[in-house]
């Protein structure tokens, strides 16, 4: 993933972010439990709100620990699990493993070969358990890839594949909320890719590389608003479908997110184009 689904800091009480950190102490450890140290390389805060969302709706039992760790040697983090966690840990090493397969079936990186590697008794595990999964995050890679060769100009279009494939992963279980999770997936995820795309055109542009905003004329002092105006639909729909889910678990850690911590790296981005 790419990092932009962060809390807002400056908004969040004390307790609040002991619990957003906790979490994310918890899914390293979980990575590293299940499927060694490298496995770390994956850990994202993306994946922690995922923890938080699935462990607002469905409240499943959670250990709270205070313990070191090799990112904290000197002094004692809370850390917290549930099977939620676990869960997060094998979709962060499904979508790391065939991000990696991508790149290499693209641009032949060996590195990246070399790393898809070093995971592939964990994601012939994760295939066991989780086939469906992993046929749609193939299946969307794969149709992203495609679009990339032909250079498809329409940015919906590749952000509707991140979104699909993101949106598979929101589901844990196959129940009532298994739809409404979907989409709150599938925006988030077209949020991302739309995110990313707008914050990496200018380098992407040096590189030669794909990004489905390259034929815009960035000049306009339009192209800021359209985007911004895109990235709202998204997160609006988003938030619509999250709002529709029971939650009290979690809720304002929640929406500090989806409300405030999202926005932050566009606003940043669009602060250095502006200057």
């Known amino acids: ?16 972010y002991d619990i957003y950190h906790g979490c994310y102490c918890g899914l ?117 890839h495609e679009m990339e060769r032909n250079h498809e100009s329409n940015p919906e279009i590749p952000a509707g594949c991140f979104g699909t494939m993101l949106g598979e992963l929101f589901v844990w279980k196959d129940d009532i909320w298994a739809d409404t999770l979907r989409q709150v997936g599938f925006y988030l995820g077209k949020f991302i890719y739309l995110l990313d795309a707008y914050g990496d055109l200018e380098h992407d542009r040096k590189k030669q590389c794909y990004n489905p905003f390259h034929q815009t004329d960035t000049t306009e002092p339009q192209f800021s608003q359209n985007c911004e105006a895109l990235l709202q639909m998204m997160m609006s729909s988003c938030a619509a479908a999250f709002e529709r889910l029971p939650i009290l678990h979690y809720e304002e850690i929640l929406r500090n997110i989806l409300y405030a911590g999202v926005w932050t790296k566009f606003y940043q981005k669009k602060k250095e184009q502006e200057k």
């Open 28 to 144: 390293c450890e979980a990575l590293h439990r299940r499927h060694g140290t490298a496995a770390r390389w994956t850990l994202s805060y993306d994946m922690t709100f995922l923890i938080l969302l699935l462990t607002g709706l469905y409240e499943p039992e959670e250990t709270k620990a205070e313990q070191r760790c090799i990112a904290h040697p000197f002094h004692k983090n809370l850390h917290i699990q549930s099977a939620v966690t676990d869960y997060a840990a094998d979709m962060s090493i499904l979508l790391f493993r065939d991000k990696c397969m991508d790149d290499w079936n693209d641009e032949r990186k060996i590195s990246r070969r070399a790393v898809a590697g070093m995971f592939s008794r964990s994601y012939r595990k994760i295939q066991q358990q989780y086939p469906e999964k992993c046929s749609v995050v193939r299946t969307q890679l794969e149709k992203l």
């Open 1 to 16: 993933m790419y990092g932009y689904i962060r809390a807002y800091k400056p908004e969040l009480r004390f307790r609040e």
